[in-house]
């Protein structure tokens, strides 16, 4: 009886690390900040070993992955600490882009914004040149150029340059601020900052160029180099993926899994669309121009082929009177 009273006391007492996972509730409190809405610390049960067991499925496995891994360095940082003013201003950027704006430029002439466009691509130079300097301090930077990038298509629109709103192009500037709000809150340095400091130096030159197209035609008939910007994007996937797929294979390596497979997801998505982008530009637009070009220097020829003799013979003649008349005239 004694032994059994003692191992009930045993079970029924709370363990000091359950205790201390009540003591810090606002851990728990912080995912209301990430995901807007209420969650129930009750979820969790936790073992001897203090590690939470999910009751209630998938979504607890989340959430708790989201509480317990963010960077309590950049947790109070401007659109850092919590996902929902992102996702506001993504939401209004979509809207924008995709219904309000071209609505309301329906009716309306395009603005210009050249002086805007330089200043803007020239600030983004700047930041980009930043960036790839110190990536490792600069992750947040990097979060913030992705939201001002947002501009780029708003620019789009103002101008009435709606055929540039492609699926890439918006597909690449909404999910590029969720993997930077990604990367400050829990990853904030190490493996996965290589995709930074690579994309910042593309962007050197892609806002450069940018800057440049903005001044005019003066400037523009000198920029032959657009197609090796995409070029660039696409050789900047490649490295991506292979950086970020090896991680699957490295027992020791600590970064997590599930996030490096997300990120090689995403870069094989963009290989392929850029790629995609590059063949229907480039490739398939410059056969089609070659094709146009010998098709109408054949039917050239055979113009001339299928002229009568007589009548090349009278246009001879009136060549040579015409000549005389001429000297004549002089």
């Known amino acids: 009886l004694e032994a059994h009273s003692s191992r009930e006391a045993t079970r029924c007492a709370p363990s000091p690390v359950v205790c201390s996972k009540r003591a810090s509730s606002e851990e728990h409190r ?60 993504l939401v209004t950027y979509l809207y924008f882009c995709l219904y309000a704006g071209p609505r309301y430029m329906a009716k309306r002439k395009p603005f210009k914004l050249e002086n805007v466009l330089i200043a803007y691509n020239a600030v983004q130079v700047l ?46 500037h909404t999910l590029m601020p969720v993997c930077g709000f990604i990367g400050v809150k829990y990853f904030a340095g190490g493996h996965g900052t290589l995709l930074g400091v690579i994309n910042s130096f593309i962007h050197v030159c892609m806002y450069a160029y940018y800057m440049l197209a903005a001044m005019g035609p003066k400037v ?56 995609s982008f590059y063949v229907h530009s480039y490739i398939r637009k410059s056969n089609a121009a070659s094709k146009r070009l010998a098709r109408a220097g054949e039917e050239n020829n055979n113009q001339l082929e299928c002229k009568p003799k007589d009548a090349v013979e009278v246009n001879a003649r009136s060549e040579v009177a015409a000549g005389g008349q001429v000297k004549k005239d002089l």
């Open 220 to 275: 523009q008939k000198y920029l032959w180099w657009k197609r090796y910007l995409t070029v660039m994007q696409i050789v900047q996937f490649i490295i991506v993926f292979f950086h970020t797929v090896q991680v699957q294979f490295q027992p020791s390596c600590g970064y997590p899994k599930s996030i490096a497979a997300l990120l090689t997801l995403n870069a094989g998505l963009f290989i392929y669309m850029f790629s």
């Open 127 to 172: 930041l980009s040149v930043v960036l790839v300097y110190e990536m490792a301090r600069a992750v947040w930077m990097y979060y913030m150029c992705k939201v001002v990038e947002l501009l780029d298509t708003v620019f789009f629109v103002l101008r009435k340059k709606q055929n540039q709103v492609s699926f890439l192009h918006v597909y690449h």
């Open 30 to 89: 912080d995912l209301a900040s990430v995901f807007g809405h209420c969650f129930d610390q009750r979820s969790f049960r936790m073992n001897a070993e203090g590690m939470g067991e999910p009751s209630s499925g998938m979504l607890d496995r989340v959430m708790k992955f989201f509480v317990d891994n963010q960077d309590e360095r950049t947790k109070e940082w401007f659109l850092s600490g919590s996902m929902t003013p992102l996702i506001m201003i």
